[in-house]
């Protein structure tokens, strides 16, 4: 490759627009604090909100239909997209795979894996490549490729069959998902900011609860004064002494020390950063264990939104990318992707039996089909006879 070839191929990528996402993975924000996805991750709202998304996604089943001339469809979990759904690699299973995929473009705004085909063409296999070492390009055709760099600074080109992309919104013309991390960079930079302002705060011990005084008349030497504060840590401090009655001799007075107005700013101004994170990610708070706001009903409905506002957006970008890129043109005519959203009660026994119980008395389900989701065998009806 010549010097010409690689500002050519360096300006092409300039006039990509994954240019921008690339290179500028973090920021600095106005707070001073510098946001990327990992140090986003490490507020503990944020790695709530993701969590809360991914495991929910890849805990529900995710199976391959197959529609039936008749119009009826049925579980083809023979097909070949069936197994790396279940098995994607060697080292990955299939809620791992789909996991660590859905968190990566809730942090990063994308996430990548290779597509490996047998040599009948048919899908064997799905390899995660970090979204950090893969440049989007788009070339004078119009096709997108992807640009792969390997732990040892290889770069590989795949085609745009090759890699299995999912993507968070994008902007008109690109494929390329935006970081709601990006986007929300000076939100997570204050939450940042004052995390570290607390933790060195109470490094520096600046909430005393309380404070000794002595009358204007009376002057101690440094030896008392460490006398006295160790005759009260014995006497005062740790578990075992409290609730113990304080003694104080030579006059001393002890005076407890309440939270200021800029102690209870900083409470509230950790609350509104969890909020933020929340809208960021379209989480109700009651999911990252925030029960400011919760009660026994609203919780209920809640997590009911969580389902149908949150979730349900990940769940149908699984479905629809796997049947758009790991199927082809004809098999997408016949075969499809959908998860088993009956797996959401799973943890709630009375609501599935009380799915079940509607479902059969309104006929669109009967035994069998609730045995076969329970994982039971078909029940055996015995005649009598002599």
């Known amino acids: 490759m010549n010097l010409l070839s690689i500002f050519r191929r360096g300006e092409r990528r300039n006039n990509d627009p994954s240019w921008s996402a690339l290179v500028n993975r973090g920021a600095l924000s106005q707070s001073g604090q510098f946001v990327d996805a990992k140090a986003a991750e490490s507020i503990s709202a944020v790695w709530g909100c993701i969590t809360a998304l991914s495991e929910s996604t890849a805990c529900l089943p995710l199976h391959v239909y197959q529609r039936n001339d008749d119009g009826t469809r049925e579980r083809a979990d023979g097909h ?9 690699n060697d080292y990955q299973s299939g809620l791992a795979f789909r996991e660590a995929m859905t968190a990566c473009v809730l942090g990063h705004g994308n996430a990548y894996a290779r597509i490996d085909r047998n040599g009948g063409g048919e899908l064997s296999a799905l390899h995660p490549m970090k979204p950090g070492s893969v440049t989007v390009i788009r070339l004078a055709s119009g096709r997108y490729v992807y ?10 080109r795949l085609l745009d069959h090759e890699v299995f992309h999912l993507a968070d919104r994008t902007e008109a013309g690109s ?16 939450a940042l900011a004052m995390r570290e302002h607390g933790a060195s705060t109470f490094r520096r011990g600046a909430f005393p609860s309380g404070v000794i005084t002595a009358p204007a008349e009376r002057n101690f030497t ?6 006295i504060r160790a005759i009260w840590r014995g006497h005062h401090e740790g578990g075992q002494n409290t609730g113990s009655v304080p003694m104080l001799l030579w006059g001393l007075d002890f005076k407890s020390v309440s939270p200021n107005l800029e102690d209870l700013q900083f409470i509230a101004g950790q609350k509104f950063s969890v909020e933020q994170v929340c809208r960021i990610f379209r989480v109700p708070p009651t999911l990252v264990q925030d029960l400011s706001h919760g009660t026994y009903t609203n919780v209920i409905e809640l997590g009911s939104q969580f389902v149908r506002y949150s979730l349900q957006r990940w ?34 026994p009375e609501a599935r039996a009380a799915f079940y119980q509607s479902a059969i008395a309104a006929g669109w389900m009967d035994a069998g089909e609730v045995r076969r989701l329970e994982n039971l065998p078909p029940r055996v009806v015995t005649h009598g006879g002599s």
């Not at 998902?177 to 204050?190: D, F, N, P, T, Y």
């Open 80 to 88: 070949p997209l069936a197994g790396v759904l279940r098995q994607p």
């Open 147 to 156: 640009d792969h760099t390997d732990d040892d600074g290889k770069v590989s």
């Open 175 to 190: 494929v390329v998902g935006k970081s709601r991390i990006q986007i929300a960079r000076e939100e997570l930079g204050v």
């Open 222 to 227: 440094e030896e008392q004064i460490a006398k």
């Open 315 to 348: 769940l149908s970008m699984w479905e629809a990318e796997v049947s758009r890129q790991l199927l082809g043109p004809i098999a997408r005519k016949r075969y499809h992707a959908e998860h088993a959203v009956e797996g959401l009660l799973r943890g709630a």
